[in-house]
Every structure is written in structure tokens, then in C-alpha cells.
């Protein structure tokens, strides 16, 4: 079975501070890790795929298959970045399984 | 590009009626397609995976003659509730894959509200 833990319901966390939004997952195969987001009354996006090891918005996420972990990091917050991000897990039936999801708030 | 289209966005309507719910891709061909409900302040949870051309995949604990899933074109997957009651009321989400090597990609949802 296929898992993915998001241990913080809510962060927050001050314009400029470093962010870090922590997701663990259990999977028995190879998996693709995905950082989708969404913000206020906006549908969901993807923001990260471990795949592509791009930077978006700043943001970077590494896997790590040994601690199972896939955190999102960023040095800088935003306001902006404040949404709600969503990690997932995709297996090789290409469907997700979905973290419960952290709301980030950055205030200012 | 990769435009995934839902409706209606919102619909409320009285107990016992079925519902219809559209998922459109708008610039791409999918020959999957997949259905989430969120309830408020929870995860996406995976109902089932629309094959276009042959019949769903559901999930454990999905009921199947609940949940009519239609996946008669390429560009088009429907879901339809029947016999709604207040506890189906949600926010459905759809998701289709352009291509194998793409991510899924998200409508805006439908809020569905059972009186």
C-alpha cells in the first residue's frame, strides 16, 4: 500500500524565514513524488516533481529514499507562498495518493 | 496548455435527485481520467480511474452503482451521483494525463451541496 504522511496540519512562519514543509511516504516500488499547491479558491497545481529537479518559485524539494522523505524547502518565504501545498505519490498505476496537506501562512 | 475543464462548479440540489458532474480536456486528448472528492478541510481521495472506452477502476469502499462514471470520448469523462443524499454533498475533482511522461492535471472542481 502506498502512503504519504504530512505531519503538520498548519505553518507558519515570517516574511523572509526559511520554510520547510515535511512529507514522508511508504511505497514498496519506485515512486514519483509530486509538491502540488493551492491557493485561495484557485484549483490545484503542480509545483514540484522530483523527476524534473527544477526550482519553482524558489522552491526545491529533494528524495531522499532513504529517510523516505521528499521535504519541500525555501530560504526566503513569501507572502504569496501563503496556500495550501499538497504532497503526493504517484505508483505505476500513474494515480496519486495524496498527503492530508499543510496550510502555510507567511505573515508578514 | 493542458487545460482540464469541470461542470457545472457549483450545483445544489434536492435529496434523492442525481447529479451529473463533466470533466473535460480542453487541448489534449486523455485516455485517462480520474475522479477525487475532498471533503472540507481533508485530502483528495482517489474514487476511481476513468478508462476512456472501458469501464472504471474504483477504489475500496466506492460505491460503483453510486457513482456512475462515463468515459465515452477521449476529451470527455462524466460522473454522475446518483440518487444524491446530504452526506455525498462534497467538492469532486477531476484530473486527466496529456501524455505518459506528464503529470495530472486538475479542473477547478465541483462543489456539490444535497439538501
Known amino acids: 500500500a502506498q502512503r504519504v504522511t504530512q505531519p503538520e496540519k498548519l505553518l507558519s512562519v515570517f516574511k523572509g524565514a526559511p520554510v520547510e514543509l515535511k512529507c514522508n511516504y511508504s511505497?514498496?516500488?519506485?515512486?514519483?513524488l509530486f509538491w502540488y499547491v493551492q491557493y485561495s479558491r484557485q484549483r490545484l497545481q503542480l509545483l514540484l516533481r522530483?523527476?524534473s529537479r527544477e526550482s519553482i518559485k524558489g522552491f526545491t524539494a529533494d528524495l531522499n529514499k532513504g529517510e523516505t522523505s521528499f521535504h519541500l524547502k525555501k530560504p526566503f518565504a513569501q507572502e504569496e507562498d501563503s496556500a495550501m501545498y499538497y504532497c503526493?505519490?504517484?505508483?505505476?498505476?500513474?494515480?496519486?495518493?495524496f498527503g492530508s496537506g499543510t496550510q502555510l501562512t507567511v505573515l508578514p | 496548455g493542458a487545460v482540464v475543464s469541470q461542470h457545472p462548479s457549483w450545483v445544489i440540489c434536492k435529496s434523492g435527485t442525481s447529479v451529473k458532474i463533466e470533466c473535460r480536456s480542453l487541448?489534449?486528448?486523455?485516455?485517462?481520467m480520474f475522479w477525487y472528492r475532498q471533503f472540507p478541510k481533508q485530502s483528495l481521495m482517489l474514487m476511481a480511474t476513468?478508462?476512456?472506452?472501458?469501464?472504471?477502476?474504483?477504489e475500496q469502499g466506492v460505491e460503483k452503482d453510486k457513482f456512475l462514471i462515463n468515459h465515452a470520448s477521449l476529451t470527455l469523462s462524466t460522473l454522475t451521483v446518483t440518487s444524491a443524499h446530504p452526506e455525498d454533498s462534497s467538492f469532486y475533482i477531476c484530473?486527466?494525463?496529456?501524455?505518459?511522461?506528464?503529470?495530472?492535471?486538475f479542473g477547478d472542481g465541483t462543489r456539490l451541496s444535497i439538501l
Open positions: 484530473s486527466a494525463i496529456p501524455d505518459k511522461n506528464q503529470p495530472q492535471h
Open positions: 511505497y514498496s516500488g519506485s515512486p514519483e
Open positions: 522530483h523527476i
Open positions: 503526493a505519490l504517484s505508483g505505476s498505476a500513474r494515480q496519486l495518493t
Open positions: 487541448d489534449f486528448q486523455a485516455t485517462t
Open positions: 476513468s478508462n476512456e472506452g472501458s469501464k472504471a477502476t474504483y
